[in-house]
């Protein structure tokens, strides 16, 4: 574990060392275009307009020296918004579940475009190293208990999956419009899920048993899958600094590359054991969580400005689930719920997120045509959560996990 912290904090160091030349700012489906203007925490950088910065016919607007022209500009529309980001996290933990388990963290980027209240994206993560769960697969609602006992209660088993690649994509297209205090967002969202994985058995010695003991494998087990997931949310902004949120999550589309075990018809079937690659397959013994299930989540957004050039933002979340997430069932005699679990029906994890934006720098550009000038801010965004399991975590997820990173912030 020693070893693990120290790994993912050489990663972390190199990461936020190392010249960048891609600045973006976080996104993904629950986090809106940042549009607040702000100050930098170093100088202005001189223009092609004006490429010694001085400050000859300028003004002074909020602390920033800006030309009277780019003033003037700046009362034109805005005709797109941008953002994009890229960035470490030491673990990828989507929804509680950790989907990534003592790898190496992950790398992750993403960018969005907004229009007409219209906003498209896409996020991508890549896991770093290699991830591994006591279970017999990683789907992405989660796994089962991943052990237990064979027909006479004395050679048990337990399986480990060890998951060498793990790619998502998401992409998204949400509609968001006011009423009046009231902030109403409607979207839909693709996950693709990239994934290679091999499950492993380690099986007790037992003398009464014609199964010798021993690592059994590699078996198969998850490995791609797709979701199709629409969405609604409700907002204010009508709160001083803070912003809550509530989100209703609706999967339309689950699919996957799901490994269905098979029953040898000569062997009792409460014999866990009882489990081999041929017929007479079972439709029931498979591992993926099928369900088309629903999610619901409550947030609260604080933004708060400490000083001109670095900002104090909080958020907290809790959720609950209806079939969508997996919740094990340790102890279970039954294979069906070794292996995958149950859907979870009931609440399932609160977060507390904490970032600091750091703003680097602050460039003001210009215009001939009927749109406002670029208006490009550069953050360096460090976070951390703490994420609290309610319901029973699956195999690889912890009760209480902490997590954090930083990515580089663009927005235009």
């Known amino acids: 574990m020693a070893t693990k912290t120290l790994k993912r ?15 973006a700012q976080g996104v993904d489906t629950i986090v809106e275009i940042p549009t607040t203007a702000h100050r930098s925490a ?45 960035g470490y996290t030491s673990e990828y933990n989507f ?27 896409f996020f991508d993560i890549y896991q ?33 999956t060890v998951q060498t690649r793990f790619n998502e994509i998401d992409v998204f297209l949400q509609y968001h419009r006011s009423f009046g205090p009231l902030e109403a967002t ?32 590699p078996f198969a087990t998850v490995q791609n899958e797709q979701f199709d997931r629409v969405y609604v949310r409700l907002a204010t902004s009508v709160i001083p600094h803070i912003e809550p949120w509530i989100t209703y999550y609706q999967t339309i589309y689950n699919n996957g590359e799901d490994h269905r075990f098979y029953r040898a018809p000569h062997m009792p079937a409460i014999d866990s054991f ?15 969580n099928d369900r088309l299930g629903g999610y619901l989540e409550g947030r609260l957004r604080g933004h708060f400005s400490i000083t001109d050039w670095v900002d104090f933002n909080p958020f907290g979340a809790i959720s609950y689930s209806y079939h969508d997430r997996t919740e094990p069932i340790p102890g279970s005699t039954n294979f069906r719920d070794i292996i995958r679990g149950r859907s979870l029906v009931g609440w399932n994890v ?14 003001v550009g210009n215009s001939a045509g009927p749109c406002a000038p ?35 912030a663009l927005t235009f």
Not at 9 to 23: D, E, K, Q, W, Y
Request: proline letters at 5%; glycine letters at 12%; one cysteine or more.
């Open 95 to 121: 929804r509680g579940t950790n989907l990534t388990p003592d790898a190496d963290g992950a790398v992750f980027a993403s960018a969005a475009v907004s229009k007409w209240g219209f906003t498209l994206g």
């Open 350 to 363: 609160a977060q507390a997120r904490l970032e600091i934006p750091i703003h680097l720098f602050h460039i």
């Open 374 to 408: 670029p208006d490009l801010h550069v953050d360096f965004v460090p976070g951390f959560t703490y994420s609290y399991h309610i319901s029973r975590p699956t195999a690889g997820t912890d009760r209480d996990e902490v997590f954090g990173g930083a990515k580089i």
């Open 274 to 288: 009882a489990v081999q690659y041929g017929n007479n397959a079972n439709d029931n013994f498979h591992e993926r």
């Open 9 to 23: 904090c050489l990663l972390f160091a190199t990461f936020v060392g190392a010249p960048i030349a891609i600045c």
């Open 186 to 217: 409607v979207g839909n969202i693709g996950f693709f899920i990239n994934r290679d994985a091999q499950t492993f058995l380690d099986i007790t010695s037992d003398p009464l048993s014609v199964l010798p003991g021993g690592i059994y494998g």
């Open 42 to 86: 170093l100088i202005e950088i001189p223009t092609a307009q004006n490429p010694t910065g001085d400050s000859n016919n300028k003004v002074t607007m909020a602390g920033e020296y800006k030309s009277t022209k780019n003033v003037v500009e700046q009362q034109k529309e805005t005709c797109w918004n941008w953002y994009a980001d890229v």
């Open 128 to 160: 770093l190293g290699t991830a591994r769960s006591p279970s017999f697969s990683m789907g992405e609602g989660g796994g089962g208990a991943g052990s237990g006992l064979g027909t006479r209660g004395v050679q048990s088993y337990t399986a480990e």
